[in-house]
């Protein structure tokens, strides 16, 4: 059974830090790419960060710039997101995804159940 459980979430005041954390269990977690997405009430759900399988590749939504960075520790099966210098606009639940191509048509994919950050004095 795959399970992908997120924690780290909370309230921050602007300006502050968290840092989310993902951690995965049945599957080959060196295999997956791995990524976050949130979900603003109202809006649809945006990918933030993506990073490749072995560390590299690593990837940005362009307002999370120089403010986020995504890493992964392949020998704890765990992916993180250090998040700075927070915004109000950052406020949202955020989603833990891995991913696996494992040919053009077929692609694997897991989700966890997210965990809700909201940045307010």
């Given at each position: 059974?795959?399970?992908?459980v997120?924690s780290?979430?909370?309230?921050v005041?602007p300006?502050?830090?968290?840092?989310?954390?993902?951690a995965?269990?049945?599957?080959?977690?060196?295999s997956?790419?791995?990524?976050?997405?949130?979900q603003?009430?109202?809006k649809e759900?945006?990918?933030?960060?993506?990073?490749?399988?072995?560390?590299g590749?690593?990837?940005?939504?362009?307002s999370?710039?120089?403010r986020?960075?995504?890493?992964r520790d392949n020998?704890?099966n765990?992916?993180y997101l250090?998040?700075?210098s927070?915004k109000?606009?950052?406020?949202?639940?955020?989603?833990c995804k891995?991913?696996?191509v494992?040919?053009?048509t077929l692609?694997?994919?897991y989700?966890?159940?997210?965990t809700q950050?909201?940045?307010?004095?």
């Amino acid at each position: 059974q795959v399970q992908l459980v997120e924690s780290g979430g909370g309230l921050v005041q602007p300006g502050g830090s968290l840092r989310l954390s993902c951690a995965a269990s049945g599957i080959t977690f060196s295999s997956y790419g791995m990524s976050w997405y949130r979900q603003a009430p109202g809006k649809e759900r945006e990918l933030v960060a993506s990073i490749g399988s072995d560390g590299g590749a690593a990837n940005y939504v362009d307002s999370v710039k120089g403010r986020f960075t995504i890493s992964r520790d392949n020998a704890k099966n765990m992916v993180y997101l250090q998040m700075n210098s927070l915004k109000a606009e950052d406020t949202a639940v955020y989603y833990c995804k891995a991913a696996r191509v494992v040919r053009a048509t077929l692609t694997y994919a897991y989700w966890g159940q997210g965990t809700q950050v909201t940045v307010s004095s």
